[in-house]
C-alpha cells in the first residue's frame, strides 16, 4: 500500500535522464504526480509532457521561450499550467513546499542553483547533475546535513555503489568495513582508436557513446574521460571516501556498474542493462523497489565481462580531475567550468578533441587558489575559469 503520492519537480525534463524519469514516473500514477517540470528553451518538447503530466507550474530558463510556451498552451487550450520564466523560478518549483521529491537533471553549472535550493529546503533531491557537485561538494553536502534533505545519487555508477554500500556508511568508510570502492566505466567511443587519430575526431563521432544514450555534453565528457574524472570526484563527496579510497576500472560492457570492496575480501557490485531508468526508479521508489520499463539482464547473451586499467596517456582529462581532486579547494569548480567551455567550444568545431585537455590544463594552472567557502566564491571561480578558458581557446 502507498500512504500518500509524492510530488515530484523535474528539473530538466526535456533532457535525456528528464524524459526517462517522466516515463518511470508516468508508470506509476499512483505513488507519483509531477507538480511541476522546469527546461531551458525547447518549446516543442516540453509541450507534449504538459499535455501529459498537466503540471501546476512549467519554467523555461529563457524569458522568450517562456513567452513562446505561454502562447502556445493558450492556443492549445492548456490553461492547468502556469507558466514562469528565469532561474530563480527554477529554483523556487524545487523548494516549494508542496514538493516532496526533486529530479536535479539540468546539465552543467546552470544546476547549482537549483539543486542547493532543493536541498536547502529538505526535500529529497535525486541527483543526476553531478557538475553542482563537483564544483560545490563541501557545500553541497554541508547543507544535506544541516536541512535533513535526503541526496540519492541517479549516476548509475553512484547509484551502484550506493545500493552496494552498508547502510551504515555515513559513519565512515574504514569503521564500516569498506576498504575501496571500484568506479567503472565504458571508456567511450574512443578506447581503441588510434591515439594519433584523436586530433581529428568529429563531435558526432564523440557523441555517439557504445552503450549509453546521453545529452551532448556527458557524451563528450564520456568520449575524453572526464566524465570519468567528474565521477571520481562526484564519489569522494558522496561517500566521504579520499582519492586513493577509488579507483577507476574501464569495464567496455557497461553492465556492472560500479564496484564496492569490504575489508574481509568481499567484492559486492551492480550489474544490469545500461539505462538510466533503473538508477531513477531506484531512487524514486527507496528504500522500495518499483517496475522501471528496464529489460532483464540477458547475463547469458552478455558472456564476457571485461576489465582493465584505464589509459592515462590516451585520456589526460582523467588525470587532470584525479589531480583537481587531490588539490582540492577550487580546482573542482575550475575544472569543471574550464570543461564546460572546452566542450561546448569542441561541439561548435571551434577546437579539437584533443584541445579540450590542453584548454584545462593551462586553467587549472592560471586560474588562483582559493577556498570555496561560500557559494558566491564558487560562482565567482567559476566565472573567472570560463574566461580564463575561453582566452585559451582564443590562444590556441
Ligand atoms: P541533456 O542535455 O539531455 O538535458 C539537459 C536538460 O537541462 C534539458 O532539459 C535542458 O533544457 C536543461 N537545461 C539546460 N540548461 C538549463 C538551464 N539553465 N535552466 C534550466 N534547464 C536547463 O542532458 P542529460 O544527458 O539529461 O544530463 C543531465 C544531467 O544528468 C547532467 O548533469 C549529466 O551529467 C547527468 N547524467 C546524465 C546521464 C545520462 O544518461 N544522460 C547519466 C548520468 C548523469
Ligand atoms: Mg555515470
Not at 8 to 37: C, E, K, M, Q
Not at 218 to 233: H, P, Q, R, W
Request: proline share 5%; hydrophobic share 45%.
Amino acid at each position: 500500500m502507498v500512504a500518500q503520492i509524492q510530488s515530484v519537480t523535474v528539473l530538466g525534463s526535456t533532457g535525456s535522464i528528464g524524459v526517462s524519469t517522466l516515463d518511470v514516473v508516468r508508470r506509476h500514477p499512483d505513488r507519483y504526480r509531477v507538480f511541476a517540470l522546469a527546461a531551458n528553451s525547447r518549446v516543442d518538447l516540453i509541450i507534449p509532457q504538459i499535455e501529459a503530466c498537466n503540471p501546476r507550474y512549467a519554467v523555461m530558463n529563457e524569458p522568450v521561450a517562456a513567452e513562446q510556451l505561454r502562447v502556445q498552451l493558450q492556443a492549445l487550450g492548456i490553461n492547468g499550467t502556469e507558466v514562469l520564466a528565469g532561474e530563480q523560478q527554477v529554483a523556487m518549483v524545487a523548494a516549494h513546499p508542496e514538493v516532496d521529491t526533486v529530479m536535479a537533471a539540468i546539465v552543467g553549472a546552470a544546476g547549482l542553483i537549483s539543486t542547493m535550493a532543493a536541498v536547502h529546503a529538505g526535500k529529497k533531491v535525486m541527483l543526476a547533475n553531478k557538475e553542482s557537485l563537483v564544483m560545490a561538494g563541501d557545500l553541497l553536502m554541508q547543507a544535506v546535513a544541516d536541512s535533513g534533505a535526503t541526496l540519492l545519487p541517479v549516476d548509475s555508477e553512484h547509484n551502484a555503489i550506493f545500493q552496494c554500500m552498508p547502510r551504515d556508511y555515513q559513519r565512515g568508510l574504514a569503521a564500516t568495513g569498506v576498504n575501496k570502492i571500484l568506479l567503472t566505466g565504458s571508456g567511450g567511443p574512443f578506447r581503441q582508436l588510434p591515439i594519433a587519430q584523436l586530433h581529428s575526431v568529429t563531435p558526432a563521432q564523440a557523441c555517439a557513446h557504445p552503450n549509453w544514450d546521453m545529452g551532448k555534453k556527458i557524451s563528450v565528457d564520456s568520449a575524453t574521460m572526464m566524465n570519468k574524472g567528474l565521477e571520481f570526484i562526484e564519489a569522494c563527496w558522496l561517500f566521504d571516501a579520499r582519492p586513493d579510497q577509488v579507483e577507476v576500472v574501464v569495464h567496455p560492457q557497461s553492465v556492472v556498474h560500479s564496484m564496492v570492496e569490504y575489508r574481509d575480501g568481499s567484492v559486492l557490485a551492480q550489474l544490469g542493462n545500461p539505462d538510466m531508468r533503473t538508477a531513477i526508479a531506484h531512487c524514486l521508489a527507496y528504500p522500495e523497489r518499483i517496475d522501471s520499463g528496464v529489460a532483464s539482464l540477458d547475463i547469458i547473451r552478455t558472456a564476457t565481462l571485461d576489465f582493465e586499467a584505464p589509459d592515462y596517456q590516451r585520456f589526460p582529462c582523467l588525470r587532470l580531475a584525479d589531480q583537481a581532486a587531490r588539490a582540492g579547494g577550487m580546482a573542482m569548480a575550475v575544472l569543471n567550468a574550464a570543461n564546460e567551455i572546452a566542450v561546448a567550444a569542441f561541439l561548435e568545431q571551434h577546437i579539437r578533441f584533443t584541445d579540450i585537455a590542453i584548454v584545462i590544463e593551462q586553467v587549472l594552472t592560471a586560474a588562483p587558489s582559493i577556498e570555496p567557502v561560500s557559494l558566491l566564491l564558487v560562482q565567482q571561480a567559476d566565472q573567472e575559469a570560463r574566461e580564463l578558458a575561453r582566452r585559451a581557446i582564443q590562444d590556441l
